[in-house]
């Protein structure tokens, strides 16, 4: 079987039972010297090509992943005690797909994209808030540009990892690795 089908078929039961968020996912990345950083975002976007995000590229997970271009993912869905883990280098989208998403994005948060200084000290949140009223003043009556430092990025798969809960802790993991021809190797870990 294919990871990406297998993952298809985990992410649309995750939709039906899920209450909140079933793409949310956790993402770790690490600085260049290896500190490790974990925190979640929402996928955009997923296929054979990849696990898609997007963010503020001078926050704190867009300067580690400069970096150290290497990441994780995990789905954790709790409705359906399943689990996926991804591994594998990270590219940037195109810039015109980053577009696209952007103008997908409701004006609220296309303007809280110009206002915020994402990972940076925060003196107190009025300061934040004048820079939103400043943001929505600058582009009113006109569409929002997506900011240059707003980029999406992709997790290419070189790792794959589907966990399922069972009694007495005896759980089935399934792995498939990517070799160096691209092609999949799967098969069981204990867990």
Do not use: C
């Amino acid at each position: 079987m294919d990871p990406f089908d297998l993952f298809d078929r985990w992410f649309v039961a995750a939709h039906e039972s899920e209450a909140n968020d079933p793409e949310a996912m956790a993402l770790a990345t690490a600085t260049r010297d290896g500190r490790p950083s974990v925190r979640m975002v929402l996928l955009k976007g997923h296929g054979p090509h990849g696990f898609t995000f997007y963010t503020n590229s001078l926050s704190r997970k867009g300067n580690e992943l400069a970096d150290n271009g290497n990441a994780a993912l995990l789905f954790h869905w709790k409705s359906i005690r399943k689990q996926v883990r991804i591994e594998g280098p990270v590219e940037e989208v195109p810039e015109a797909e980053a577009d696209d998403y952007f103008a997908s994005r409701s004006r609220d948060s296309q303007v809280g994209a110009h206002a915020s200084l994402q990972s940076q000290h925060l003196e107190h949140r009025d300061h934040f808030l004048a820079r939103v009223r400043a943001a929505h003043a600058q582009f009113e009556g006109k569409p929002v540009p997506r900011p240059h430092h707003w980029r999406g990025y992709r997790v290419v798969p070189t790792h794959m990892e589907f966990w399922e809960d069972r009694d007495a802790r005896l759980h089935h993991r399934r792995v498939f690795v990517r070799d160096a021809d691209g092609n999949w190797q799967d098969g069981l870990l204990y867990p």
